[in-house]
Nanobody, 121 residues
Framework: QVQLVESGGGLVQAGGSLRLSCAAS????????MNWYRQPLGKQRELVAG???????NYADAVKGRFTISRGNAKNTVYLQMNNLKPEDTAVYYC???????WGRGESDYWGQGTQVTVSS
């Protein structure tokens, strides 16, 4: 089992910045990737940014050049630096961990509780 705890959401004006943090604990031996998703009210959850072991980070087109995902030194933390925020970035942001089964046959998803980001115009 893996537990994820997010922090850093809040209310900010358009053009402002926020930094989200996510700390993972539990069985992290086969932790393959950590991602940030968001879900605007009444819409589907969407991938914002992800980082997988040994690969470059990937971003949704809507946030490229504004958001940066990074891992902490301990590798069990992930951050999302959000700059030049726009009202359309308003959503609940979820941290996601993707953990392998150890035999290369599949991965399991774990989710944090979510943190609200609200950008006012």
């Amino acid at each position: 089992q893996v537990q994820l705890v997010e922090s850093g959401g809040g209310l900010v004006q358009a053009g402002g910045s926020l930094r989200l943090s996510c700390a993972a604990s539990g069985n992290l031996f086969n932790l393959n990737a950590m991602n940030w998703y968001r879900q605007p009210l009444g819409k589907q959850r969407e991938l914002v940014a992800g980082i997988r072991s040994g690969r470059s980070a990937n971003y949704a087109d809507a946030v490229k050049g504004r958001f940066t995902i990074s891992r902490g030194n301990a590798k069990n933390t992930v951050y999302l630096q959000m700059n030049n925020l726009k009202p359309e970035d308003t959503a609940v942001y979820y941290c996601n961990a993707r953990v392998g089964d150890g035999w290369g046959r599949g991965e399991s998803d774990y989710w944090g509780q979510g943190t609200q980001v609200t950008v006012s115009s």
